[in-house]
C-alpha cells in the first residue's frame, strides 16, 4: 500500500465498517512504518482497472505478529481475495521470523472466523467491547506459525494466470499488490 490508495482504501473502510471505521490519520501512521526496516507491512488487491477492492495489514515486531486489518469489498467476497490477502500477512509474518500470529475479529463475524480457522488460527481469549462504539467484543485468535500450514507459510509460487484460477471466468480475482517500499 502507497500514500495514494489511503483514499480509496479509507472510502472501503467506511462502506464495509461504517460503526468502527479507521481514520485517514491512523492510516497514515500505519504507512510511517512499512518501510524497510518498519514494523509494518501493508498491501492492497486491485482490479484490472486500478479499482482497490481489498486491503491488509501486519504489524511485527520482535517476534510477534499483529494482523491489524483485513478487507474485501462485498463484490468480492467469496472470491479467495480474503485468503489471498491473509496468505500474504501469514508468509510476511513468517518471513520477518514471528512466532505468532494474533488477530482480533469481531464475535458476530463468523465468515471471517471461518477464514482464519482454516488458516490454523484458534481461539485464545475474548476482548470484551473491543469494537467501538457498538461496544461489540472481539474474539482474540493465535497461529503458531511453526504450526501453520506449509502452502500458507512457503513463499508464493508465481502468478497463476486467470484461467488457471479456481474461479469463475467473470468473476476473476484481483490482483494482491504488495505495494510497500520493502515488498
Known sequence: MRWWHIAPVLALELELFPEDAWSAGMFWSELAEAHPGGTRHYTVAVTPDGAVVGYAGLMAVGGDGDVQTIAVDGRHQGTGLGAALLTD???????????????????????????????????????????????????????????????????????????????????????????????
Open 89 to 183: 500477512l501469514v508468509r510476511e509474518a513468517a518471513r520477518r521470523g514471528c512466532a505468532d500470529l494474533l488477530l482480533e475479529v469481531r464475535v458476530d463475524n463468523t465468515r471471517a472466523q471461518r477464514l482464519y480457522e482454516r488458516f490454523g488460527f484458534e481461539p485464545v481469549g475474548v476482548r470484551r467491547g473491543y469494537y467501538q462504539p457498538a461496544g461489540i467484543d472481539a474474539l482474540v485468535m493465535r497461529l503458531d506459525l511453526a504450526a501453520a500450514p506449509a502452502d500458507h507459510v512457503a513463499p508464493a509460487a508465481p502468478a497463476a494466470a486467470p484461467e488457471d484460477l479456481d474461479e469463475p471466468a467473470d468473476h476473476p480475482r484481483p490482483d494482491v499488490k504488495k505495494d510497500t517500499p520493502h515488498g
